[in-house]
């Protein structure tokens, strides 16, 4: 068996003389309609597919001439190529052959081989064929910021500012700037009101639900306008304003929700709002793709239900400074829905803002019964990002590639006479900026790319149709590069499923989690430090005893034990064997524990049970909806993905993201800065400053460690206990050996039903995709 760490390159060519196995008396020129998937085969036989072509249909000498770039991180023993029969109901077989890894770990294996059946009989039946494979070690541009093959390259001189949560008036404790003046962080939702007032000629918005009901300012003296007011009068005054929304298909009358949705994201009643109106509003559902009438009436059909559209942007154009009317474009990036519940700053408040700022705007999906007169909220953690720069243009670019393929309208913005689209922020501390996505050919048209076949391509394929697939590929090319530590904030965590110990599963999933693992393998086999900080939410936003999200937590709890048991299998062999897996991998969640003074006295008990409970231990987890990764202080991808398949398979849901750096300062520059911020945030006055110049240090991350178990342990505690400060550790227990296992005093999320590690048992009607 060999293990395989790198970029498998395969052409599909074209098939010979296949079965037809569609024969039928009543129509006679129905044939087989064959596809190809390409699997790798581990050593007991586990199947992962990395590659499937599109259906030629009614074809028994198909071509198809399709490339496939795979990023691979598996044991393989054979490589498997199996020609498929598409049927409604199950797929047959047509054939197989098999190659051994050895033929490509030295060069390319090429030319055409017998099928055999399943009978293990071979005949005339041929696949044509070529493969290729480059070890991660001699990927010529494995070390560069810049993620290789992608439709949008680096680009330079940008203003980049990152934010953390919607509004951020201040932080428990003062950072400096490296010429030791005060860090003020600044306020996502108050600078993108300014953005949106302050526009004359475009506001285009991208998102999965923008309500007009949400108020950017909550402030004393604040313009309390809502954001649809706020649009509605920018359009009066000539500004161009168009929204581009996910089409959530139950929000209308039919499915009983009216125009709100199941999913709440009001897309019905956005549009509606707006009739009338200057406001262009398009709402673009997620399309079906190739699939064949039936499926996309049952099952693809589902998927319309549940896959979305995902990313979140803000587009306008703003003053050049020093200039009487020239504009620039400044675009908003990041996780930050334009919605209800995302209002919130560092603090977190539980109950103080009941009475004011979260009034109106309550949420708690927890106990979803639960209302502002009662209370706890549920907080809510983002982070989001302002590029200015030649990066804009591509932000913008996306926006109007999704506006032309649903509306058919292209965009002339190059018409306005007073935007500099070529604007470049040329200073000391500017930022070179990468865009990446994840999407699909349903959602913009990719015939105006020109592939270079010479190089990876940057358009790939999935069964067929094109994907761009270059936000996934940014954070595998990223933590392969990754030389000290990462520092992740994701709203879920899960994927490498060939490797899980207790549900392997044949399509593999995304390889995030497997080559976070490998890194630290191999930074421990070279006792070199290292260590991965992940923060997730307790739970998935919901009820966490209800089956959907019991069976996400177990989910996630297979990710996680894959990932305990291959560190301390390393560790064991490494030239410190007593290391617990911990020093090098920490997962965290947050939440709030608050004083019942906190509680203003004009609110009222709860009758519900875990209401009443939450209400008198004055607790609430805070949900994490953060979408972010930071490489050794250096490099951050900020943008709208979770680490999920869904988020990061290219073909499900629309995501979008920047990757960047400061060249001139790197790990000296603002993304250090930044995460000290948030670091900052979750600690509070806790924070080690003494060490977190060091993350990749053991001192760092055992202090992190004792402080975050310290914050959980109060949290837990029926009590006036206040946690300390947010961040908690995960609360799972991890043995020395690597085994993940409840913790006996937290089996449960407190104040709920719901078990840490999850539960599939019940769960095994509901499809994967729903959950992964």
Same mark, same amino acid.
């Given at each position: 068996?060999?293990?395989?760490?790198?970029?498998?390159?395969?052409?599909?060519?074209?098939?010979?003389?296949?079965?037809?196995?569609?024969?039928?008396?009543?129509?006679?020129?129905?044939?087989?309609?064959?596809?190809?998937?390409?699997?790798?085969?581990?050593?007991?036989?586990?199947?992962?597919?990395?590659?499937?072509?599109?259906?030629?249909?009614?074809?028994?000498?198909?071509?198809?001439?399709?490339?496939?770039?795979?990023?691979?991180?598996?044991?393989?023993?054979?490589?498997?190529?199996?020609?498929?029969?598409?049927?409604?109901?199950?797929?047959?077989?047509?054939?197989?052959?098999?190659?051994?890894?050895?033929?490509?770990?030295?060069?390319?294996?090429?030319?055409?081989?017998?099928?055999?059946?399943?009978?293990?009989?071979?005949?005339?039946?041929?696949?044509?064929?070529?493969?290729?494979?480059?070890?991660?070690?001699?990927?010529?541009?494995?070390?560069?910021?810049?993620?290789?093959?992608?439709?949008?390259?680096?680009?330079?001189?940008?203003?980049?500012?990152?934010?953390?949560?919607?509004?951020?008036?201040?932080?428990?404790?003062?950072?400096?700037?490296?010429?030791?003046?005060?860090?003020?962080?600044?306020?996502?939702?108050?600078?993108?009101?300014?953005?949106?007032?302050?526009?004359?000629?475009?506001?285009?918005?991208?998102?999965?639900?923008?309500?007009?009901?949400?108020?950017?300012?909550?402030?004393?003296?604040?313009?309390?306008?809502?954001?649809?007011?706020?649009?509605?009068?920018?359009?009066?005054?000539?500004?161009?304003?168009?929204?581009?929304?996910?089409?959530?298909?139950?929000?209308?009358?039919?499915?009983?929700?009216?125009?709100?949705?199941?999913?709440?994201?009001?897309?019905?009643?956005?549009?509606?709002?707006?009739?009338?109106?200057?406001?262009?509003?398009?709402?673009?559902?997620?399309?079906?793709?190739?699939?064949?009438?039936?499926?996309?009436?049952?099952? /693809?059909?589902?998927?319309?239900?549940?896959?979305?559209?995902?990313?979140?942007?803000?587009?306008?154009?703003?003053?050049?400074?020093?200039?009487?009317?020239?504009?620039?474009?400044?675009?908003?990036?990041?996780?930050?829905?334009?919605?209800?519940?995302?209002?919130?700053?560092?603090?977190?408040?539980?109950?103080?803002?009941?009475?004011?700022?979260?009034?109106?705007?309550?949420?708690?999906?927890?106990?979803?019964?639960?209302?502002?007169?009662?209370?706890?909220?549920?907080?809510?953690?983002?982070?989001?990002?302002?590029?200015?720069?030649?990066?804009?243009?591509?932000?913008?670019?996306?926006?109007?590639?999704?506006?032309?393929?649903?509306?058919?309208?292209?965009?002339?913005?190059?018409?306005?006479?007073?935007? /500099?689209?070529?604007?470049?922020?040329?200073?000391?501390?500017?930022?070179?900026?990468?865009?990446?996505?994840?999407?699909?050919?349903?959602?913009?048209?990719?015939?105006?790319?020109?592939?270079?076949?010479?190089?990876?391509?940057?358009?790939?394929?999935?069964?067929?149709?094109?994907?761009?697939?270059?936000? +996934?590929?940014?954070?595998?090319?990223?933590?392969?590069?990754?030389?000290?530590? $990462?520092?992740?904030?994701?709203? +879920?965590?899960?994927?490498?499923?060939?490797?899980?110990?207790?549900?392997?599963?044949?399509?593999?999933?995304?390889?995030?989690?497997?080559?976070?693992? $490998?890194?630290?393998?191999?930074?421990?086999?070279?006792?070199?430090?290292?260590?991965?900080?992940?923060?997730?939410?307790?739970?998935?936003?919901?009820?966490?005893?209800?089956?959907?999200?019991?069976?996400?937590?177990?989910?996630?709890?297979?990710?996680?034990?894959?990932?305990?048991?291959?560190?301390?299998?390393?560790?064991?062999?490494?030239?410190?064997?007593?290391?617990?897996?911990?020093?090098?991998?920490?997962?965290?969640?947050?939440?709030?524990?608050?004083?019942?003074?906190?509680?203003?006295?004009?609110?009222?008990?709860?009758?519900?049970?875990?209401?009443?409970?939450?209400?008198?231990?004055?607790?609430?987890?805070?949900?994490?909806?953060?979408?972010? @990764?930071?490489?050794?202080?250096?490099?951050?991808?900020?943008?709208?993905?979770?680490?999920?398949?869904?988020?990061?398979?290219?073909?499900?849901?629309?995501?979008? @993201?920047?990757?960047?750096?400061?060249?001139?300062?790197?790990?000296?520059?603002?993304?250090?800065?930044?995460?000290?911020?948030?670091?900052?945030?979750?600690?509070?006055?806790?924070?080690?400053?003494?060490?977190?110049?060091?993350?990749?240090?053991?001192?760092?991350?055992?202090?992190?460690?004792?402080?975050?178990?310290?914050?959980?342990?109060? +949290?837990?505690?029926?009590?006036?206990?206040?946690?300390?400060?947010?961040?908690?550790?995960?609360?799972?227990?991890?043995?020395?050996?690597?085994?993940?296992?409840?913790?006996?005093?937290?089996?449960?999320?407190?104040?709920?039903?719901?078990?840490?590690?999850?539960?599939?048992?019940?769960?095994?009607?509901?499809?994967?995709?729903?959950?992964?």
């Amino acid at each position: 068996m060999v293990f395989l760490h790198g970029i498998l390159d395969i052409n599909i060519q074209k098939a010979s003389n296949l079965r037809n196995a569609e024969y039928c008396l009543f129509n006679k020129n129905d044939k087989s309609d064959p596809y190809v998937s390409v699997s790798l085969i581990s050593g007991s036989g586990q199947k992962s597919d990395i590659a499937t072509t599109s259906v030629k249909n009614n074809d028994l000498n198909p071509e198809w001439n399709e490339r496939y770039v795979a990023d691979v991180c598996h044991e393989v023993s054979k490589i498997q190529f199996t020609v498929y029969d598409k049927d409604l109901l199950k797929s047959k077989t047509l054939g197989y052959c098999e190659l051994v890894p050895d033929k490509v770990m030295n060069g390319c294996a090429s030319g055409s081989f017998n099928l055999i059946d399943n009978k293990k009989k071979g005949g005339n039946s041929t696949l044509h064929l070529s493969i290729y494979f480059v070890d991660k070690s001699f990927i010529p541009t494995k070390d560069s910021f810049e993620v290789p093959s992608c439709l949008y390259p680096m680009r330079h001189y940008n203003n980049v500012v990152l934010y953390q949560d919607a509004h951020c008036p201040s932080l428990p404790i003062q950072l400096k700037h490296q010429d030791n003046s005060n860090y003020v962080p600044r306020s996502t939702w108050r600078d993108m009101h300014t953005a949106i007032t302050q526009a004359t000629s475009v506001i285009y918005i991208v998102g999965w639900s923008v309500s007009v009901d949400t108020q950017l300012l909550r402030n004393y003296g604040d313009d309390t306008r809502t954001l649809g007011e706020i649009l509605k009068q920018k359009s009066h005054e000539g500004v161009k304003v168009k929204l581009l929304l996910w089409d959530e298909l139950t929000s209308n009358s039919k499915f009983g929700f009216m125009n709100i949705g199941a999913m709440g994201t009001e897309d019905n009643k956005t549009k509606d709002f707006f009739d009338g109106t200057k406001v262009e509003v398009a709402l673009q559902p997620i399309d079906a793709g190739n699939s064949s009438d039936v499926e996309k009436f049952s099952g /693809n059909a589902f998927k319309g239900f549940t896959n979305t559209h995902h990313q979140k942007t803000v587009i306008t154009d703003a003053r050049i400074h020093n200039t009487y009317n020239q504009c620039k474009l400044v675009a908003f990036i990041g996780g930050l829905d334009l919605t209800g519940g995302r209002y919130d700053t560092p603090e977190h408040p539980l109950f103080r803002t009941l009475e004011n700022e979260h009034k109106d705007d309550f949420r708690n999906r927890m106990l979803p019964s639960l209302t502002s007169s009662s209370g706890p909220r549920q907080p809510w953690h983002d982070i989001h990002s302002k590029v200015v720069g030649p990066a804009a243009r591509d932000i913008l670019n996306n926006f109007e590639e999704r506006w032309l393929k649903f509306a058919k309208q292209p965009i002339a913005i190059h018409t306005e006479k007073n935007l /500099n689209l070529d604007y470049i922020y040329q200073d000391w501390d500017s930022w070179s900026v990468q865009m990446f996505r994840s999407i699909n050919e349903h959602s913009v048209d990719f015939d105006k790319y020109q592939t270079n076949t010479q190089n990876l391509p940057s358009i790939q394929l999935k069964r067929g149709s094109k994907v761009d697939n270059s936000l +996934y590929r940014a954070y595998i090319h990223h933590i392969r590069r990754a030389k000290n530590f $990462i520092y992740i904030e994701n709203q +879920y965590f899960l994927g490498s499923r060939h490797m899980w110990a207790d549900s392997k599963d044949e399509k593999g999933g995304n390889l995030i989690p497997l080559e976070i693992s $490998i890194k630290i393998e191999e930074k421990i086999m070279r006792n070199e430090a290292f260590v991965v900080y992940i923060v997730i939410p307790m739970f998935p936003e919901g009820e966490p005893a209800s089956a959907p999200m019991q069976e996400l937590l177990y989910k996630q709890n297979q990710t996680i034990k894959m990932m305990y048991s291959r560190i301390s299998k390393a560790i064991k062999s490494s030239s410190r064997p007593s290391a617990h897996p911990q020093e090098y991998l920490l997962f965290f969640c947050l939440g709030s524990k608050e004083h019942s003074t906190a509680k203003p006295p004009s609110l009222v008990v709860p009758t519900q049970k875990d209401n009443a409970n939450a209400f008198n231990n004055c607790r609430n987890m805070i949900y994490v909806h953060s979408k972010m @990764a930071i490489f050794d202080d250096e490099y951050i991808i900020v943008g709208s993905a979770n680490i999920n398949d869904r988020s990061m398979t290219g073909n499900r849901d629309t995501e979008i @993201a920047i990757g960047s750096y400061q060249p001139n300062m790197l790990a000296n520059g603002g993304i250090s800065l930044f995460r000290k911020a948030l670091w900052a945030e979750h600690l509070g006055s806790k924070t080690p400053t003494g060490l977190w110049d060091f993350p990749s240090s053991l001192q760092c991350s055992s202090k992190i460690h004792q402080l975050a178990e310290e914050s959980l342990q109060a +949290y837990i505690k029926v009590g006036e206990h206040v946690t300390p400060h947010h961040l908690m550790i995960y609360p799972l227990n991890v043995s020395y050996e690597g085994k993940v296992t409840p913790r006996p005093d937290c089996e449960c999320f407190p104040d709920t039903s719901g078990k840490v590690v999850g539960n599939i048992s019940c769960m095994s009607i509901l499809p994967k995709f729903l959950t992964e």
